[in-house]
């Protein structure tokens, strides 16, 4: 989830009142906000400042500057009603003209102006910061979509964005006084660490997105960096906004966020000018702040969220939300979903807000009359009742990871990886988890190894899914529940670990079958690599290999850095279900 | 010749009585043998009666013992040298590390000289005088044989220093025969027999009574692990409330199953490498329910089912990849399928407790993987107030009741809320869960009827456990890193009780107080029937060593403010540990807090407990006492300072004075806020304190009631500072 910082004293004066830090706490709750932390920085000229971080929804793009964030609180504390954000309507329009060249590397552009914008430091670090925000979460950091934005004075439409190889787009970046090409950029933001991270959205492509005005100056080169020239400062009055996407819906969010958070500021607050892109020969008109309306029944309402609130209670519910909404003869209620609150996309969305607005902890409990009787897993009820068995047999229970390196279920196990039919994962951290364990042993024997200096003998088990390989079933892999054993003390103690295979074998009900046939269980003499020669049995259960047991080759010993002699056992469960 | 115990008894008969020591000389036996004779003696009862004394005598260090042995190192460097005089290099090297200081010593003492006869050789050591006597070792010898009362003290103090001597404390036991005394030992036998129970002699032997102080021996028995111990009680917990398990048994889920079921976006955060495990071998998965898939694609794309979607290109290799799940509700899902492929719509609760993955940064409290416990509910009408009363239901069997519920987002369910649980030990609200009602983008698409509504709530196993256990490293807890020795002493898991140990000292005197409290309800109503009058009760004797349980019940509207100051004066006589405590009866505790005192609950004389519940009347539980009302608490706690020293509060002042200050108590019975402000206003109109001129039992309760009722006239705010201050005195 995102984070914001916002300065109290800025938030304060917004909210046209002071709260103490508890107050401000339970505001944020109740509207679903967290206040995660409160910190005291400097600002530039070294004085200290109170600083909230409040966590906002992932979902949330309208809360993510104190702009947005003390409209939404004024609005749910019913203190100011809900703007109206209004499309200008200028002689001529400004242009984006798309070159077809850009298809292959970034599609889309789309454009705004603010007009008459009074910045402040304060606002103008917010604007940037909500592009950074929106960079960050909305557009999966930059590479869905990127904006830019322009001091409108300083250059002049019509726009032209286009593709271009990199060695041919020449031009002073932002807080830069020399040019560079876009290749030697690429060369040069290589060691820088706010934006290295967005150099392999465009760096192997053949041609570089670029925008140009109508006298060829260059304006951006997205999704990496602006011009120097056309850089906004805080006595900009006309900003161009040009937001440049892969994914069209998501950069109609980041425009439309952006415009409606900033147009507060303008001349004529909450008016916003918009832009044509003309592509392949169509003209498209942007944002279009698009007013969508839905419209809901108060039975849906009271039905989803279980309270009793009549229609044109919800409307003053929903409107607490930024949600207008006004009730109908037929007592069904039109919602109006402003262009700020493109997270409402059914109406359920809606049913959440009437709830948070009516207080979570205000609904009141309820028992569900749904009449189940409650079945076990069969597979954990037996898992249950042979770890309740096996450790009332004195061994003592482990619980070891499911996730291991290779060398964990091969090399030291004197196996080869190649045979063993693990899942291998593609995006390990570390070592730690290159593969899902085949087996419980290796995990077993590296606790026995962590707890070296408990008195002898160690008798541990572990009775869990090993994860098998499986190209029979439907995502190519499949969970088997295994039961393992150790034993390790002076003395091997395979009579030990034979003796525990035999009660659990009691417990299971299989009889001993001497004539080693298919009315029991039996131990057939198997060598296997990780069981020292001469010492290994298979288990045969009703015909069935299920398992082995024996006394742990001494290569597979030193290799859990262990020096004394170990038995073990492993089976596999499920054919007792 | 008779054992030595025998022989100890028969010498105490002559002698009557003796020492450790004196046995050890008249025996000519080492005094340790003589203690084991005296301790073997100690076990049989009361034959013989002991009494430590401690003796402070000088010992012989290892290096004084070479000197016994050797002689002085000075005498030993004399003895080296030849007549004819000695290389000082090849003097040195024939000595040990003991040569040096023994030369330094021969100089000092005279016996040897250092002759530079050749400038370019070593200097040669000559015997200055011709023999010498070896003073260091006779001393030492003297002290060895238990005279060192002839050596002088500061000659002692000087071989201290060259570490020859050592000064030892020494425990020597003074015998006398005690009541049982004899000299016939009868060798208890330590066990019963199988010959005991056969011949009968069990009912005349006298068995070597145990020592109830030592440990039992250990059971040596196999354990179970506690992270699972604890699975076991969350699996139980739903299994009461009708829950059913899912199989949870397929850690390799498809992108489909986990994320694109769902409706979480395929550009979703979640679905980064950065957060997820994804598999190279085997890397895909493709055989999904061709029509289910298409719902699912349409519903991402384009919306439909009343949905806007997310206007976006789904592609089918997103969600063919293969993944370690990164949560159950992969699980849920497909459950919720299978169940809308049925015929008719069954309702369904459902759950799981299995692990689950994640590709994060691994801290103190987060791995790779952990248990995700999950919560499905699928009915028609259900509604979010089902949501919460199912989670209140569950984590009220948790033993845990204080919750509250916070707006979230989270891309599958809608309505979404993170759960809160109000921690008394942290005294905050953490969160402890997600929960929500899936969205119908999820759920339409599978084919469930329209109004069904499907509850989801979930949290980690690992979190809760690792907070009951004080557990502050994920890895002290799973994995193979854990210490066994934490398994072994891992209690059984009662989840439901309180976490903390005092806690549940103090339900369990509670419980106790209850029944004490009942059965002196029934012997009141029995003595009113016979009608004998009941005597006041007096405060019980604080002793020394024991300590006392006082525990104060009162109503957090009514906190019993009096209670503070007693504490002030009660802390100058005896040592006292608080706590304050808020019994599930009541929402919320009242404004008092016992400050907290430095004394250990181990250490306290008295242990004063101060718990909010539902009684009408302040009442206060000590032993077998029970008193009503905030007056009487006070008397009481009075009078525990009375028996010390004089509280000057109350009993110990004249009589007319006790008179006045019980009027006022009792004009006090009424608690009500007018009666309050009336008779406090009107008595300290007149003078200082409300019971006269003096701080009395009175004014702390007047001032207690007037702080409960918040009445705060100027007149009683300058009576109240009085108090303070008199009390800081």
């Not at chain 1, 400004?94 to 970034?106: A, H, I, N, T, Y």
Request: net charge neutral.
């Amino acid at each position: 989830m995102p984070t914001i910082s916002i300065k109290r004293e800025v938030l304060f004066q917004g909210l046209g009142q002071r709260y103490t830090e508890e107050e401000f706490d339970e505001l944020c709750f109740e509207f679903g906000l967290e206040l995660d932390e409160v910190v005291t920085e400097k600002d530039d000229n070294g004085k200290e400042e109170v600083v909230y971080k409040i966590e906002i929804g992932a979902n949330r793009y309208d809360l993510l500057c104190v702009e947005g964030l003390v409209r939404a609180l004024l609005v749910f504390q019913s203190k100011i009603s809900i703007p109206k954000y209004e499309l200008s309507k200028p002689g001529k329009l400004e242009r984006l003209e798309v070159d077809p060249s850009v298809d292959c590397v970034r599609p889309h552009v789309i454009g705004a102006v603010l007009r008459g914008v009074t910045f402040t430091k304060e606002r103008y670090d917010s604007f940037i910061e909500l592009q950074d925000k929106l960079h960050q979460n909305l557009a999966r950091k930059r590479t869905l979509a990127s904006v830019g934005t322009h001091d409108l004075d300083t250059i002049k439409g019509p726009f032209k964005y286009m593709a271009k190889a990199p060695k041919d787009i020449k031009f002073v970046p932002l807080n830069h006084t020399k040019e560079f090409t876009s290749a030697e950029l690429m060369e040069l933001y290589s060691t820088d660490s706010h934006l290295k991270a967005y150099l392999p959205i465009i760096r192997d492509s053949p041609v570089y997105p670029v925008i140009y005005d109508a006298n060829n100056v260059v304006l951006s080169l997205p999704p990496i960096t602006n011009s120097e020239h056309s850089k906004i400062t805080l006595k900009t009055k006309n900003v161009f906004i040009e937001c440049t996407c892969t994914d069209l819906t998501k950069g109609k969010v980041v425009l439309d966020t952006l415009v409606t958070m900033f147009s507060q500021y303008c001349t004529k607050p909450f008016s916003i000018e918009p832009v044509e892109t003309v592509s392949k020969g169509q003209t498209s008109v942007h944002p279009t702040l698009k007013y969508r309306t839905e419209t809901i029944k108060s039975e849906s309402v009271n039905g989803l969220v279980g309270v009793n609130q009549t229609p044109t209670e919800i409307a003053t519910l929903l409107s607490k939300m930024c949600l207008e909404s006004k009730v109908n003869k037929d007592n069904t209620i039109t919602v109006t979903i402003p262009p700020t609150r493109h997270d409402v996309i059914h109406p359920c969305d809606i049913y959440e807000d009437v709830a948070i607005a009516y207080g979570y902890n205000n609904i009141v409990k309820t028992t569900p009359q749904t009449l189940t009787v409650a079945q076990q897993l069969p597979i954990n009820k037996l898992t249950d009742q042979l770890r309740e068995s096996v450790a009332q047999s004195g061994f003592t229970e482990a619980l070891t990871f499911s996730l291991c390196s290779r060398d964990d279920v091969a090399a030291k196990m004197r196996k080869k990886i190649e045979n063993i039919p693990a899942v291998h994962i593609a995006n390990p951290k570390t070592l730690e988890f290159q593969v899902a364990r085949t087996a419980l042993l290796p995990g077993l024997l590296k606790t026995v190894q962590a707890n070296r200096k408990m008195p002898l003998p160690l008798k541990l088990f572990e009775i869990s899914d090993v994860v098998h390989k499986d190209l029979g079933t439907e995502v190519g892999a499949r969970n088997e529940r295994h039961l393992a054993a150790v034993f390790y003390n002076k003395t091997p103690g395979f009579e030990i670990i034979h003796g525990l295979l035999d009660r659990v074998m009691q417990l299971l009900e299989v009889p001993l079958s001497m004539d080693k046939s298919t009315s029991g269980y039996y131990l057939q003499s198997s060598e296997d690599a990780s069981y020292f020669p001469g010492r290994a049995a298979e288990i045969v259960a009703y015909g069935q290999v299920i398992g082995r047991l024996g006394v742990l080759h001494p290569e597979v010993i030193t290799g859990f850095d262990l020096n004394l002699p170990c038995s073990a056992l492993e089976i596999n469960i499920e054919p007792f279900l | 010749m008779q054992d030595l115990p025998t022989a100890v008894l028969l010498e105490l008969a002559k002698v009557g009585e003796t020492t450790s020591v004196n046995l050890a000389e008249a025996f000519n036996l080492d005094v340790q043998r003589i203690v084991g004779a005296i301790k073997s003696l100690e076990s049989l009862g009361d034959v013989i009666s002991t009494e430590i004394y401690q003796v402070k005598k000088w010992q012989l260090t290892k290096e004084g013992e070479e000197v016994l042995k050797e002689g002085s190192h000075e005498a030993r460097i004399f003895s080296k040298i030849p007549a004819g005089g000695i290389d000082q290099p090849k003097l040195m090297a024939s000595c040990g590390a003991w040569g040096k200081i023994g030369f330094s010593k021969a100089m000092s003492n005279g016996w040897i000289l250092i002759q530079k006869t050749n400038p370019q050789g070593a200097p040669t050591v000559q015997r200055k005088i011709d023999s010498i006597e070896d003073q260091v070792k006779a001393h030492l010898y003297l002290i060895k044989s238990g005279k060192d009362s002839s050596v002088d003290d500061k000659v002692k103090g000087d071989y201290k220093k060259r570490k020859l001597l050592e000064e030892v404390t020494e425990k020597h036991y003074r015998l006398r025969s005690g009541p049982n005394f004899t000299t016939k030992i009868e060798k208890a036998p330590t066990e019963l027999t199988p010959e005991m129970i056969s011949s009968g002699s069990w009912k005349t032997t006298k068995l070597k009574p145990y020592n109830l102080d030592a440990l039992g021996m250990e059971t040596g028995a196999g354990c179970l692990h506690p992270l699972l111990k604890v699975r076991a009680e969350y699996r139980q917990i739903f299994l009461e409330m009708g829950f059913s398990e899912m199989p949870a048994n397929n850690y390799v889920e498809s992108s489909f199953w986990n994320f694109d079921a769902l409706f979480q976006p395929q550009q979703h955060p979640a679905r980064d490498a950065h957060d997820t495990f994804f598999i190279s071998d085997p890397q895909t998965s493709n055989r999904f329910p061709e029509d289910y898939k298409k719902r699912v694609e349409k519903v991402h794309s384009k919306g439909g089912f009343g949905s806007q979607g997310y206007g976006y290109d789904w592609k089918i290799e997103e969600a063919s990849k293969n993944l370690l799940r990164t949560h159950t509700t992969a699980v849920s899902a497909r459950m919720l399928y299978r169940c809308a492929q049925q015929s008719k719509f069954v309702p369904q609760k459902l759950f799981s407790i299995d692990r689950v993955f994640r590709n994060e940064t691994l801290d103190a409290t987060h791995l790779a993987e952990f248990h995700q416990i999950e919560g499905v509910v699928a009915d028609y009408g259900l509604t979010l107030g089902h949501c919460i009363g199912v989670i209140n239901t569950f984590f009220t069997k948790l033993g845990i009741e204080k919750l509250r519920f916070k707006p979230a987002y989270n891309p599958y369910t809608e309505p979404s809320m993170e759960i809160f649980s109000y921690h008394d030990g942290l005294g905050k609200w953490v969160e402890i869960g997600n929960s929500g009602m899936f969205r119908p983008e999820m759920l339409l698409p599978m084919g469930l009827p329209e109004g069904v509504n499907v509850i989801g709530f979930g949290l980690s196993l690992e979190r809760p456990t690792m907070i009951k256990y004080k557990i502050d490293n994920i890895r002290d807890l799973v994995g193979h890193r854990v210490n066994l020795d934490m398994v072994k002493r891992n209690p059984i898991c009662r989840i439901e009780k309180a976490g903390d140990p005092e806690e549940r000292r103090i339900q369990m005197l509670n419980k106790r107080f209850d029944k004490i409290e009942e059965r002196l309800d029934f012997l009141q109503k029995k003595m009113k029937c016979l009608g004998v009058k009941p005597v006041a009760a007096s405060a019980l004797p604080v002793g020394e060593g024991a300590s006392l349980d006082v525990i104060v019940k009162s109503k957090p509207s009514r906190s019993p403010f009096s209670l503070a100051a007693m504490l002030k004066l009660m802390r100058k006589t005896f040592k006292i540990s608080t706590s304050t405590h808020t019994h599930s009866s009541v929402d919320k505790p009242g404004s008092l807090k016992l400050p907290e005192t430095e004394v250990s609950r181990a250490s306290a004389d008295i242990r004063l407990t101060l718990i909010y519940a539902d009684v009408d009347n302040t009442v206060v539980t000590a032993g077998q006492t029970r008193i009503q009302g905030e007056e009487n608490v006070l008397r009481y706690l009075a009078r525990l300072i009375d028996q010390k020293t004089d509280s000057g509060l109350y009993e110990t002042l004249p009589t007319a004075q006790v008179a006045v200050i019980d009027s006022v108590l009792d004009r006090l019975v009424d608690t009500s806020k007018h009666n309050v402000t009336t008779t406090v206003s009107g008595l300290i109109n007149k003078q200082s304190f409300v019971a006269g001129g003096k701080l009395t039992l009175a004014d702390l309760l007047a001032c207690s009631l007037c702080q409960q009722h918040n009445i705060t006239s100027p007149g009683i705010q300058a009576w109240s500072k009085r108090i303070s201050k008199q009390l800081e005195l």
